[in-house]
């Protein structure tokens, strides 16, 4: 059955949507164009908690309202004071990226307008992105004399090499969804009218497949750069004989053998 929940204030900071299997976290400061204060911080960790801590939920998708996906974190709040505001926000957010990392549902980063500072970073630790026509990144960070923050210095250089990375952090300029497609930082482009329709179809897919065996590729592949290929081996065998052991994996091989399309349960 469908269930759609939102907070109850269309005003927070964060919108937590419910769609089926479906969770979309929607960053709702359009005024600032989504940056990241310490409540928009904690209120995205709060929400990924109660989603990381529900298996009914088999994709995630991150949005944001208004003109543009995020222009980073809320400048106002590290200018009244730079070094608590920065630890306030980090630190929830921290916690929040490790979760997505680990839970087994696919996270889809939907962007549209601008993703810029930790917005680009939010944009690198999804599992798969989908852009709009139009939108433009920038790492900036060294625009305000700061390095950078909510993992971009661990994804950027596992997508882009040491080399590209260091140039996009450095010079800390603007490129095109073109640019960013062809470095293999995002996965689609389409035009802005069809980027809900496009991510909700992209979602019901992932939402409907074997989320066990999602969880463990996701694992396997963030880890793979930090592993000798004798750990990898290891991981990856324990990984395939945990999902050996899913209703999941036994409707697969039975469809297989039916030639069916198999009907996964998340389970």
Wanted: aromatic share 6%.
């Amino acid at each position: 059955f469908d269930m759609k929940t939102t907070a109850a204030d269309p005003t927070a900071p964060l919108l937590l949507e419910r769609n089926g299997a479906i969770a979309t976290l929607r960053f709702n400061r359009p005024e600032a164009l989504n940056a990241i204060d310490v409540p928009m911080a904690n209120a995205f960790l709060t929400a990924v908690q109660s989603i990381a801590a529900d298996p009914g939920v088999r994709a995630v998708v991150l949005r944001g309202n208004g003109r543009g996906f995020m222009a980073g974190g809320d400048l106002a709040t590290l200018r009244a004071d730079p070094v608590q505001g920065a630890i306030d926000i980090l630190t929830p957010l921290n916690q929040a990226l490790q979760l997505l990392a680990q839970m087994n549902a696919p996270v889809i980063a939907q962007v549209h307008g601008a993703a810029a500072g930790a917005g680009l970073s939010l944009v690198l630790m999804a599992d798969y992105v989908i852009a709009a026509e139009g939108t433009r990144f920038n790492l900036a960070y060294i625009n305000l004399g700061t390095s950078c923050d909510v993992g971009a210095s661990w994804a950027l250089p596992r997508i882009v090499g040491v080399r590209k990375a260091l140039e996009i952090a450095l010079l800390g300029e603007a490129f095109t969804a073109d640019d960013a497609l062809r470095l293999g930082l995002i996965n689609r482009i389409v035009p802005a009218v069809e980027l809900d329709s496009a991510t909700t179809t992209l979602a019901q897919r992932l939402a409907a497949g074997p989320t066990v065996a999602y969880g463990a590729m996701k694992r396997l592949m963030r880890a793979s750069m930090d592993r000798t290929l004798p750990e990898q081996l290891a991981a990856e065998k324990d990984a395939f004989v945990h999902c050996a052991g899913t209703e999941d994996f036994r409707a697969g091989v039975e469809a297989f053998h039916q030639r069916q399309s198999p009907q996964f349960v998340g389970r």
